[in-house]
């Protein structure tokens, strides 16, 4: 009987591990680890999941049920909020070339769906599960989470300051029906994200990553395991744990130092608005007076409706405005405390002259390449509303970015148009990363284009038979509806794999 008692918590604490605990190998964009100061007793689960290559959802969860039912009862919720995460539903980020983006259901709507689903089953249990749930999404440079009675999670940023990410609720409880709170905030090149149970812990981790900022997750988890013999465990119940997430520098631009002013919300701020935007707009690398009209009319418009609509009018209000260029363009993100709107709900103004306003989210819409806006969840938070402007480039050859992730070479153009002009260097570039890679698989992901002509597609070609004769292939993704019918138009739907997503291009090799 000792030898099968034995054996069950063995299989238990397997079953654990790889069902509840398992974090994700090496990613492109971040790095992850954990690290346990006491034995663990299956309290705490955690996920950390790419949803794409700039999505990333975390999810942190602590059940106080005893083994073996706290480890099913973890595991029920654990996949079922799995199961959620991949559903489409219409988000708040506008991007210029593809409009209004479909993106990922929202960390509130998945707790909202896992209350529905699964609560009616835990309701004889009467447990209080607390969860933490957050949205990384790096293309936005946007955290959104919810943080359910969890405890601490902190973000420490690049000019080393640790922040608290609020626990805006108590733990989620079966028998009752409560609202969720969504928190935004921003999320920068190479922050770090902490949770840990143990105070001592918590202050080695931080001060180990303040030291050794630009160090990845592995870094951190290995120093604290040989400082743990200083550490002083107060119980057995488990809580000395520790779960430290890295956002790669190399996923975002090269940034320069942001400039920052604060205004108040009144009409009268106007003009030195339009003056800070402009000594801004000094520093960028090309067409200084046009970028630099455009964004002043765009900024102009947004602080204009922050002031009448979120304000009301009142002169009190705080608005802060923060600039920040790096190698590809320029972002401004207008800050207030004012009452926060659904910019998904605002319609297309009246072009027929009828109407004397309306025009001003249109306006910016024209003028910028991406929107994002995040709307504050607590009474005294912040709304953050960011636009991004590209630099322009018409004189210059079709840019491209890169990545690698598993051994596959993925290349985004990011232009909109790629033709005669700009073609036969775009080849010769592609074609000389792939000699300095030695790669041979290769994805072009062409979410950004919008037009190929004949000397286009004969580069696509190049690249192709260059990789067929290395062994190796080419898969194509996010084709619009436009590169798609000129592909079909010359048949070369049939020589290329073409994918919706990276991810399933990748599986495919």
Known sequence: MVGKTVQDSELLEHLYQKLLTALPSETSSFTVDKFYLAPQNQAIFFDVTSLSSTIIDVLIGYTPLSQP????VSAAIKFALRRLSPSYLKGYYLNRDHLWEKT???????????????FPILKDLNISISLFYARINLAYQTLTYLNCGLGDVLQINRGLETVRLESCQDPLNPLIDQPLQLIHTLVHPGDWFLFCTNEQLKEEAIKIIKSHFQSDAQHLTSKLREKAGSFSPSSGKGEHFLLAIKIKENQFPSLLPSKTAKFSSDLSQLQSVRSFVHQVCQNIPSDFEKIGWELQLAVNEIFCNIVKYGYTDQSKGEILIEAQLNN????????DKGKAFNPSEIKHPNLAGELESGFGFFIVQQLTNQIAYMPKALPNGWNHFRIFKRYFSEEECMQFTHYIQDKILIITPQGENLDAKGAPAFKEGVLELVRATGLSQLIFDLNKLYFIDSSGLGSFLAVQRTLHNQGGKLKLVNLNKHIKAMFELVSMNRIFDIFDTVDEAAKSF
């Open 104 to 118: 990922f259901l929202t960390p509130q709507e998945i707790i909202e769906t896992l209350q529905k689903d699964l």
């Open 328 to 335: 590809e363009g320029i972002y401004f993100t207008l800050s």
């Open 69 to 72: 039912a706290g480890l099913i």
